[in-house]
């Protein structure tokens, strides 16, 4: 059976999943699973917070965004290159065989870019332009087959 390394990746953090056979589960379905292996965090970008910052109320900003826009993409390359070598180092240790990446288009622009430096070369690579991070490994798991990206569960059947 082929396995599979799932990352899904948003501006802010990197999830990493295998797809593992399991001899069975709680609803009675046997393997291949979904399972979260491990996760990154970008440090150098801020999670999202509701409601508007102290230093913006009641005042506009003038920034140049250009410069903010430079900044932002430069922020989420490093991030895409750190996702990279975890994604190279998981390889190394597992029988991962395929890979599929999920990111949201702008970062997975950027891990397009670096992917055959840090991914054998005969492991096929999947993607998907979407943020998927949210997504808990069952829902993952569910979508990603119906998309026909991975094989579903096989459902036991009692005799």
Do not use: W
Request: hydrophobic content about 35%; some cysteine.
């Amino acid at each position: 059976m082929r396995s599979y390394l799932v990352t899904v990746v948003d501006g802010v953090h990197a999830r990493f999943f295998t797809l593992a056979a399991a001899e069975l589960s709680d609803e009675g379905q046997s393997g291949p699973h979904l399972t979260e292996h491990s996760s990154l965090n970008n440090a150098e970008k801020p999670m999202a917070t509701k409601g508007i910052p102290n230093n913006q109320i009641g005042r506009k900003h003038h920034g140049n965004r250009h410069e903010k826009t430079t900044q932002f993409t430069e922020i989420n390359r490093r991030f895409a290159h750190k996702v990279l070598q975890h994604i190279s180092a998981i390889t190394q240790t597992s029988a991962s065989n395929h890979l599929i990446l999920i990111a949201e288009p702008h970062i997975l622009g950027s891990l397009r870019e670096s992917v055959p430096s840090h991914v054998p070369s005969n492991m096929p690579v999947s993607e998907l332009a979407k943020d998927l991070c949210r997504l808990n490994a069952h829902e993952l798991h569910k979508y990603l087959t119906s998309k026909q990206m991975l094989p579903s569960p096989k459902r036991v059947t009692n005799r």
